[in-house]
Structures are given as C-alpha cells and as structure tokens.
C-alpha cells in the first residue's frame, strides 16, 4: 500500500510540474498584439494670454508639438509665431518693427490671427531646435499695439519628444479661388488647414456673436474704444501659410452660429453654420 501511495505522489507531482511548464511555454509564445501595447506619446505646451503678456515654458522639447494656446484675459489676443534667426533677439524684431513697421529678424511660421476672451485652441507644429516667439499687435481700447506694452514671448526648442501629430476629422481646403469647407456639427475637431492653391493663402476663422454681424461692425467696435461685447467671436484659423503647407488645429465650433473663412489679402471668403 504504502509503495503505491508513494507511486501516485510522484505521479501528480510530475503532472504539476508539467502542466507549470506548458503555462511557462505559453507566456513565452503569446502573440505580440496580446502583449501591452505602448503609451502613446504627446507632448503638449501650454501657452496662456492675459493682459499684457504670454505665459510660455522658457524650454520645450521638439518634434511634433501640440501648441494649447489659452485666451485667460479680457481682451482680444493675437497669437502670431514665429523662429528667431541666428543672432537676432526678439528686441532686435521689435525696434524694426518700430522703424519700418515690419519685423526683421525672424520667419514668419503663421499663427492664430485672433482669439476671443476664453477661447481656446491647439495648434499643432513640427518644429526643430532653434528659438522661437509669440507677439500680440492687436490694439488696447485707446489703440495701443499689445506688443508695445511688453506682450511678446520667447522659447528654446531642443530634442525631440517623439510624439506624433493627430489625425484630422476633416479639412478646410484654400485654393486660389476660395475655400471648401467640409459639414461641421458643434463641438471640438481637429481640422487640418491646407494651402492648395499656388500663393500664400490666410484662413481667418470668426463667427457672428449678434445677427448679421459683420467685420465692418468689428473694425467699428476696435474703433469706439471697444466697448461693450464684441459682434464677432473668434474661435481659432491661421495666418498666411505657404502654398502645400497644411496646420493641425483643434478648435471648437459653437452650435446654431454662422462662421466664415476668410483670406482678406486674396478676398477669398466662404461661409458655414454649425447646426
């Protein structure tokens, strides 16, 4: 009895020790779309505008950045972009811009032309390592450049975080003779801006905040000391970007308002509601 008790130990022992061994086995061969699949990298800075200045990081590291640009002050803000050239320094941009009212020392990368008090937008840029500025020129109540009361703000770019550009919910296509505007419902999209035509082309993006407002009646409120709530709404767009360049913005559309796309140097216009 005893010897076959002894036997029927043994022999489960094995069994375990076997079955043990084909579960490591089975770790081992797992297929690699069952192993965990890695972290998706994003790399996003935040840049905030108050009245009057730009809270910007002094470093950000490069590659694809998703730019969350914040309107946190009571005014209007112009969030124009741009990379310094070698040696020049954001003042030496500023004292040609007093001389000749152009900025010398720097290339244009486009940016947000306007944003309402609140709003929010993320543009999203490759950029490589170099130094890089934000500069505000819309006018105070008593017209006052912004840029002239210290809103302007400098960056490091280095490295490379490795992040990757999200994918568009559609497009906003200029040509040369307009725009093509794809269906839109409320609510926040990437959308993808792109030059199709063969000059630069400007995508100003604005709503109408009273019925039938238009840009005359904004130049009209710049020009009574803005007073008031401001007739138009300006959710995001871009300045004039380069003919087969396109930017990634995520930008958020109000529902039942009536927006515009507008290229003011080409006059080129088209208009859309979001349901």
């Not at 020129?137 to 770019?157: I, L, N």
Request: charge should be negative; hydrophobic fraction near 40%.
């Amino acid at each position: 009895m005893m010897r076959t008790t002894r036997h029927r130990t043994w022999a489960a022992a094995i069994a375990l020790l076997l079955t043990l061994a084909a579960c490591g086995d089975d770790a081992e061969t797992r297929p690699a779309d069952a192993q965990a699949e890695p972290e998706e990298v994003t790399n996003t800075v935040q840049v905030a505008a108050t009245e009057y200045a730009f809270d910007v990081p002094s470093k950000v590291e490069g590659g694809v950045v998703s730019l969350e640009l914040n309107n946190e002050g009571a005014e209007h803000h112009e969030f124009a972009f741009g990379r310094l050239e070698d040696g020049a320094s954001i003042e030496d941009v500023l004292e040609a811009m007093k001389k000749s009212g152009r900025p010398e020392g720097v290339e244009d990368l486009a940016g947000v032309p306007l944003l309402s008090p609140g709003a929010s937008v993320t543009m999203t840029r490759t950029l490589d390592p170099g130094s890089y500025l934000f500069l505000c020129m819309f006018p105070t109540p008593d017209f006052t450049p912004h840029s002239a009361k210290g809103m302007y703000a400098a960056f490091e770019v280095d490295g490379d975080a490795g992040a990757e550009a999200p994918e568009a919910d559609g497009a906003i296509v200029a040509t040369d003779d307009g725009f093509e505007v794809p269906e839109l419902e409320a609510g926040t999209h990437t959308i993808e801006f792109l030059n199709d035509g063969s000059k630069p082309h400007e995508f100003a993006v604005y709503g109408a905040s009273e019925p039938g407002a238009t840009v005359k009646d904004f130049e009209k409120w710049i020009g009574q000391g803005q007073k008031d709530d401001s007739p138009l709404v300006f959710p995001g767009g871009m300045q004039s970007i380069e003919p087969g360049a396109s930017i990634l913005q995520t930008i958020t559309f109000d529902g039942g308002v009536s927006y515009r796309v507008e290229d003011f140097p080409n006059r080129l216009e088209a208009e859309f509601t979001i349901p």
